[in-house]
């Protein structure tokens, strides 16, 4: 069982087009991360998110932590191939420690 | 600053051969971290080195996996004997400073080995 819930799985669209993703979970946690991982490399971490509510914004994406920090969801506006990866979310259910990851989101921008 | 090393990149062995992985964090990371991505899956962590010592092995199957960082730097992971189920990409990631939260110290990862067993 994943501590964290990442949906959806699979995320094939267009260029141009918007997307979100999300990490959900029932437990708290005191920070999320958000990586992208292209074939053939390790994961890259994008962002970090602490405060409940808090909203990142990276270029085209923007990265929001739930208010009662169990949750986060990456949106991503007017996609490009070059956003294609795996995206993981991940987070320390106490304050520091072992990191756990959600299983991710595989998203597919096609020309 | 150099990135986190891995080699090899690849490796087809065979069902109850045994296999070496080897890591080179970045200079100054204290922790060093062997995660285990099975496809499909996010990575699961299999250890976790803080210097030299282990912090945290509670994930790693004892009877055929080994680790080992000698001297605080470098890393080898080890499977003996090696199972079907074995076959995944092992990532090695590194930190500075695993006493503060990992918002101020963020793993740095490596391009991974991938592993078929046969």
């Known amino acids: 069982t994943q501590l964290l819930e990442q949906s959806p799985q699979f995320l094939s669209i267009q260029e141009g087009e918007n997307l979100t993703v999300y990490c959900n979970s029932s437990?708290?946690?005191?920070?999320l991360q958000w990586y992208r991982q292209e074939p053939g490399e390790g994961p890259v971490l994008l962002v970090t998110v602490v405060t409940g509510g808090e909203v990142k914004k990276l270029k085209r994406l923007t990265f929001q932590f739930g208010d009662a920090r169990k949750d986060s969801s990456l949106h991503i506006t007017a996609a490009q191939p070059g956003d294609t990866g795996l995206y993981l979310c991940?987070?320390?259910?106490?304050?520091?420690?072992?990191?756990?990851f959600g299983a991710g989101t595989q998203v597919v921008v096609t020309p | 600053e150099a990135g986190v090393a891995q080699s090899p990149r690849y490796k087809i062995i065979e069902k109850r051969q045994s296999v070496a992985f080897w890591c080179n964090p970045i200079s100054g990371h204290a922790t060093l971290y062997w995660y285990q991505q099975i496809l499909g899956q996010g990575p699961k962590l299999l250890i976790q080195?803080?210097?030299?010592?282990?912090?945290?092995d509670s994930q790693l199957p004892k009877d055929r996996f080994s680790a080992e960082r000698l001297k605080g730097v470098d890393s080898t992971l080890k499977i003996q004997p090696a199972k079907l189920e074995d076959s995944a990409v092992y990532l090695c990631?590194?930190?500075?400073?695993?006493?503060?939260?990992?918002?101020?110290?963020?793993?740095?990862f490596g391009n991974g080995t991938r592993l078929t067993v046969t």
């Open positions: 437990s708290v946690f005191s920070s």
């Open positions: 990631a590194s930190s500075l400073d695993p006493a503060e939260s990992s918002y101020n110290s963020p793993l740095h």
């Open positions: 080195f803080q210097n030299n010592g282990v912090v945290d």
């Open positions: 991940a987070g320390n259910p106490d304050s520091w420690g072992k990191l756990q």
